[in-house]
């Protein structure tokens, strides 16, 4: 017989069905719990809430296990190609080569923007910060294809995600140049995905530019790691915003904007910048450990430290920290920010507070130092942690359609005023 849970209030008790899934998380469905009991549940920031069912990423955070479809992290980032785990998340298979063929060759000869788009960026300052740029562009991209009115893209929506996938590096790669005053890039169709992201951002009309292929691995890898994380706060966003039938593009621009914030994608940035005042603040970093431990009074939280799931280690952040000390081992990059970032990490790992809190590196902690020995400039990671998050966000949107989920709605407690009177402005 199916479990059930019981609750009893106000004298009465009723029963909820419990669910598993195949990895054997356990819920409750508490689907009709209003209608039965008249209460709803409060669970400020989602922390014991499961918004949907997916198949597409399952994520283990006391064992520290992150799976694609079915696919071990450590297995993708180490024998796949960004564009075949895009596929994967986006179409639950591996691709066979023809399928990765066509798929490739699709995004290969979509990477020009709309001219009029030139017309929209050239109206941000130069000092834009890139990912409002980013976001912004890409809202602006559901006004270039009219077919999107009134949900009629449906039945195109694989040539938006080929769009999506295609164009948000040029998009990216433009927002820098501007910052730098520099002639913006096109693409080259006869490069691949990660060259030509890299050309158009480095490329400069004066001198040859020659992918390295060291870089190029490794932003693969790098992308792949971001590549989904199930029901993060972006990837949410994506689902909540797409479930008033808001076009693909309106939802990934939502999605891209909560990104963007320190305590998520954002956080890449921070950590860089906090590791560089730690630097400049001659290398103390049990100072630093001793701020963040009163971070109640002193407001400051160690970046890249800490994650809603992940509880015992972040398993991307293993990868990442490895492919540091490889990458600028190879590049011959020697950065002292990444020793401070060590004595860190040893440091915090060894104090009470972060044990019992089990705050452990996330995936931001490391990836920065490895953008930078890249020569990404620091304003740029979190626009590449939006490219790499690309596909789960189009995966996770077109799950939700396919699944016919409902608007998302959440309750709330009202802890308002009751009822009054209207006072008119001449009598208040
Ligand atoms: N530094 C110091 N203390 C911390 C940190 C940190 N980075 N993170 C959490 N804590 C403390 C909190 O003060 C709290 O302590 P308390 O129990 O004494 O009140 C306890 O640990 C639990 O923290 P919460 O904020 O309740 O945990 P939550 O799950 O809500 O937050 C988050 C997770 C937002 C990631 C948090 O750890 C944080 O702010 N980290 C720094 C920002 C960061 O690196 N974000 C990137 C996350 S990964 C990603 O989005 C890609």
């Given at each position: 017989m199916a479990n059930s849970a019981e609750l009893t209030v106000d004298g009465k008790t009723y029963s909820f069905p419990t669910l598993e899934g195949t990895e054997h998380e356990k819920a409750f469905d508490i689907s009709n719990l209003r209608d039965q009991t008249g209460y709803v549940t409060l669970d400020r920031g989602y922390k014991n809430t499961g918004a949907t069912k997916s198949a597409i990423t399952f994520l283990d955070g006391e064992q520290g296990i992150l799976q694609y479809r079915g696919y071990s992290i450590e297995d993708l980032a180490a024998k796949a190609s960004f564009l075949e785990v895009a596929y994967l998340l986006i179409y639950g298979e591996l691709p066979t080569q023809e399928q990765y063929h066509t798929f490739e060759n699709a995004i290969r000869r979509h990477t020009l923007v709309n001219e009029g788009m030139r017309t929209i960026f050239n109206g941000f300052p130069v000092n834009a910060h890139p990912m409002g740029v980013l976001a912004s562009m890409v809202s602006a991209m559901s006004a270039f294809y009219p077919e999107l009115e009134n949900g009629k893209e449906e039945d195109k929506t694989d040539l938006h995600i080929i769009r999506l996938l295609a164009k948000l590096p040029t998009i990216a790669t433009w927002s820098y140049k501007r910052s730098m005053g520099h002639p913006t890039n096109y693409p080259k169709n006869n490069l691949d995905y990660i060259p030509n992201f890299l050309n158009m951002m480095f490329a400069l009309p004066v001198e040859e530019y020659k992918v390295d292929p060291v870089v190029a691995e490794a932003l693969n890898v790098l992308l792949i790691l971001h590549a989904d994380h199930e029901q993060n706060c972006s990837t949410s966003t994506v689902r909540l915003v797409g479930s008033s039938q808001a076009n693909l593009y309106s939802s990934i621009s939502a999605g891209i904007s909560a990104l963007w914030g320190p305590l998520h994608g954002g956080a890449n940035q921070e950590v860089i910048e906090m590791l560089e005042n730690i630097k400049a603040d001659g290398g103390d970093v049990s100072k630093y450990v001793e701020m963040a431990k009163n971070a109640k009074t002193t407001g400051f939280r160690l970046f890249g430290f800490g994650h809603r799931v992940y509880k015992n280690f972040d398993p991307r952040a293993?990868?990442?920290?490895?492919?540091?000390?490889?990458?600028?081992?190879?590049?011959?990059?020697?950065?002292?920010?990444?020793?401070?970032?060590?004595?860190?990490?040893?440091?915090?790992?060894?104090?009470?507070?972060?044990?019992?809190?089990?705050?452990?590196?996330?995936?931001?902690?490391?990836?920065?130092?490895?953008?930078?020995?890249?020569?990404?400039?620091?304003?740029?990671?979190?626009?590449?942690?939006?490219?790499?998050?690309?596909?789960?966000?189009?995966?996770?949107?077109?799950?939700?359609?396919?699944?016919?989920?409902?608007?998302?709605?959440?309750r709330q407690i009202y802890t308002g005023a009751t009822l009054r009177e209207f006072v008119p402005i001449e009598n208040r």
């Open positions: 293993k990868i990442i920290k490895k492919a540091a000390d490889d990458v600028l081992a190879k590049l011959g990059v020697n950065d002292p920010v990444l020793e401070i970032a060590k004595g860190l990490e040893e440091a915090a790992l060894n104090d009470e507070y972060f044990v019992s809190r089990k705050l452990y590196p996330n995936v931001d902690f490391y990836s920065g130092i490895i953008y930078r020995a890249l020569g990404i400039p620091t304003n740029m990671f979190t626009v590449l942690f939006a490219i790499g998050r690309l596909p789960g966000w189009i995966a996770q949107w077109k799950e939700m359609r396919e699944t016919k989920e409902p608007i998302g709605r959440p």
